[in-house]
């Protein structure tokens, strides 16, 4: 999640954990990192994960990079700010269309990226659907990084 998106609302993250969502990092204005120097790409980083740290009880130790844009500097940060892992993506959902970076449908371990937003009920359902056209089941993220 990306602070400035969420900050206003919180507690409807917070729902969210209670029910078993993990709350993972994705900085803390969604910059372009590749842009940015290493202590203001650790300012994003770990300022995100000192907030989720406050707010939701657990420091994240998953990153996702903003636009998917990053660096050796942006690794280097990541692993400062105590990430485990920076984490890309094999397939986008949103607006109801379902993309793929290479390919035209899921593999075992892809992960998927999606948005909150208000369409984000039609594209869960375009998610299962292929889920389960591509005979695939869905797993959480962090139970599969080591």
């Known amino acids: 999640l990306t602070d400035d998106a969420i900050k206003s609302n919180y507690d409807y993250f917070q729902k969210l954990q209670a029910a078993g969502m993990a709350i993972e990092n994705h900085t803390l204005h969604h910059p372009r990192l590749n842009k940015l120097s290493l202590s203001r790409q650790q300012a994003e980083i770990c300022g995100a994960a000192g907030i989720y740290e406050e707010v939701f009880g657990r420091?994240?130790?998953?990153?996702?990079?903003?636009?998917?844009?990053?660096?050796?500097?942006?690794?280097?940060?990541?692993?400062?700010?105590?990430?485990?892992?920076?984490?890309m993506w094999h397939a986008n959902v949103e607006n109801g269309t379902i993309s793929y970076q290479d390919g035209d449908h899921l593999l075992?371990?892809?992960?998927?990226?999606?948005?909150?937003?208000?369409?984000?009920t039609a594209d869960l359902q375009v998610f299962f659907n292929q889920v389960r056209q591509d005979h695939l089941q869905i797993g959480r993220l962090e139970d599969w990084i080591k």
């Not at 996702?64 to 500097?73: A, D, E, I, Q, S």
């Not at 942006?74 to 105590?82: H, K, L, N, R, S």
């Open 59 to 87: 420091r994240p130790t998953l990153f996702r990079p903003p636009y998917g844009l990053m660096n050796n500097t942006t690794i280097q940060a990541a692993g400062t700010c105590g990430m485990r892992a920076v984490v």
């Open 108 to 120: 075992p371990g892809d992960i998927v990226l999606m948005h909150f937003h208000s369409n984000m």
